[in-house]
């Protein structure tokens, strides 16, 4: 039941703070888990729209409505809102999400509703590490793991993208969730992180989460890549143009 401004809880773990509260985010009534900084990191609506509330989110799902996978693999469950949403809109899919923080597994189950279920494996632990280990081949990576507003290094370097070529099954596609400027003339994390996905990727795209706004200062985007042009029907127009004038760094660690 939505309670405009009830806070749900506040603490922390070894990982990081948070905030668990009842707000309108964008307009809309929803349960939102605030990371350190006051980070918006997962978010649960109360309301009968069939929109994910995050933008990113809503991308993460058309990418997979276009891809109809049947193994995905979500690295940074947070609130676990992604997971329990491609659950239900794919019901033959199995999904193995990583989250590195307990606490959030125990948060999303008492606050957004996850549940036990045979198709969803989550483990707690770290991303990077999962990719090193697994064996399993997926049609679908999803990364969105933040501390506060910056993802990890480790999930964004050359030594990553060689990791998500490895795991991905012919056909499949990374998608990775991050924030950045973008501008056409200068170099920044968007550039950087094109150069580093194509030295394993044919083809290596990113897309604003927002479609409406200007991209200039740091805003949420999407990276998208695979070793086939993935066909996503809901995408293909909207690309960052540009991307090939400055060439950015490849990102190391």
């Known amino acids: 039941m939505f309670q405009l401004s009830t806070i749900w809880f506040e603490g922390r773990s070894p990982h990081g703070e948070y905030r668990v509260v009842d707000v309108f985010y964008n307009r809309r009534p929803a349960r939102l888990l605030y990371g350190g900084g006051d980070s918006p990191q997962s978010a649960l609506a109360f309301d009968d729209s069939a929109e994910m509330i995050f933008n990113y989110n809503q991308r993460f799902m058309e990418i997979a409505q276009s891809l109809d996978p049947k193994h995905i693999l979500v690295i940074g469950g947070g609130a676990f809102t992604l997971p329990t949403a491609l659950l239900k809109r794919f019901p033959d899919a199995r999904i193995e999400a990583v989250e590195i923080d307990e606490l959030l597994v125990n948060l999303s189950k008492r606050f957004f509703g996850l549940k036990d279920d045979p198709r969803l494996k989550?483990?707690?632990?770290?991303?990077?590490?999962?990719?090193?280990?697994?064996?399993?081949?997926?049609?679908?990576?999803?990364?969105?793991?933040?501390?506060?507003?910056?993802?990890?290094?480790?999930?964004?370097?050359?030594?990553?993208?060689?990791?998500?070529?490895?795991?991905?099954?012919?056909?499949?596609?990374?998608?990775?969730?991050?924030?950045?400027?973008?501008?056409?003339?200068?170099?920044?994390?968007?550039?950087?992180?094109?150069?580093?996905?194509?030295?394993?990727?044919?083809?290596?795209?990113?897309?604003?989460?927002?479609?409406?706004?200007?991209?200039?200062?740091?805003?949420?985007?999407?990276?998208?890549?695979?070793?086939?042009?993935?066909?996503?029907?809901?995408?293909?127009?909207?690309?960052?143009?540009?991307?090939?004038?400055?060439?950015?760094?490849?990102?190391?660690?």
């Open 122 to 253: 989550v483990v707690v632990g770290d991303g990077r590490a999962y990719l090193e280990q697994t064996n399993n081949q997926y049609d679908l990576v999803v990364v969105d793991a933040f501390s506060e507003y910056s993802t990890p290094t480790s999930l964004l370097s050359k030594r990553a993208a060689e990791l998500y070529s490895a795991v991905l099954a012919p056909g499949g596609v990374v998608a990775i969730n991050f924030i950045s400027a973008y501008h056409v003339s200068r170099p920044d994390l968007a550039h950087d992180l094109k150069a580093t996905f194509e030295t394993s990727f044919e083809h290596v795209d990113i897309y604003p989460a927002d479609y409406s706004e200007r991209i200039a200062s740091s805003d949420n985007l999407v990276l998208v890549a695979g070793q086939s042009e993935p066909r996503l029907d809901y995408l293909q127009s909207v690309a960052l143009p540009g991307l090939e004038g400055v060439r950015g760094q490849i990102i190391n660690d």
